[in-house]
């Protein structure tokens, strides 16, 4: 990021990199975001290159630093894969995600499959749950206002394309008014 009053001649290189203050940059993302442990160590070693680049030093001198924070974060209990899995999931039903499209999200935050799994696993709200928000939130199927037979094939298109089994995008486009949860009525 360059200012316009000050070319990027005599723009100043970042600080050098060091054990406390990656330790710094960590605990400033986390502040901010929750994250799983492989992710912090993208973010972190990005920082690495990115500063090294700039500051015309080699990265690979810093190679194994990016893993030590990460460790003392985890050791510390500021970081929990498994946490932070259970967290994503119940937000990620709530707002109407398949578990196909769950599992997509979590692999790229760097959670394995099985973890995934355990948290779908574990949360109550199953793929009919989030099948029913996704088309309320979308309004489509019972949820659309008006002329509900000309998209048909739309609604089932984006059931389709958020990860939803053919059989249950089914289900909830061709659903009558009557066959809403009661729950999902009065949300």
């Known amino acids: 990021m360059t200012r316009p009053d000050r070319p990027d001649a005599t723009r100043r290189p970042p600080r050098a990199i060091d054990a406390a203050r990656l330790q710094r940059a960590a605990l400033r993302y986390l502040e901010r975001y929750a994250t799983s442990s492989e992710n912090l160590r993208r973010v972190l070693e990005r920082r690495i ?3 090294c680049r700039l ?8 190679q194994g630093l990016a893993e030590t924070v990460v460790q003392a974060c985890i050791r510390a209990g500021l970081v929990d894969d498994r946490a932070y899995a259970g967290g994503q999931v119940a937000s990620l ?16 935050k760097g ?14 709200a199953t793929d009919a749950d989030a099948a029913w928000a996704f088309a309320r939130r979308r309004r489509l199927g019972p949820f659309r206002r008006a002329a509900r037979g000309e998209h048909r094939d739309r609604d089932m298109a984006a059931m389709g394309r958020a990860g939803f089994a053919w059989p249950l995008a089914r289900a909830v486009v061709d659903a009558a008014d009557e066959d809403v949860p009661e729950a999902l009525r009065l949300g």
Request: charged share 30%; proline share 2%; aromatic share 2%.
């Open 93 to 108: 039903r709530r707002k109407g995600l398949s578990g196909r499209a769950i599992q997509a999200r979590l692999a790229a």
């Open 49 to 51: 290159a990115r500063t």
């Open 111 to 124: 959670l394995d499959r099985d973890l995934t799994g355990e948290a779908l696993q574990a949360h109550p």
């Open 55 to 62: 500051r015309g030093e080699d990265a690979s001198a810093f």
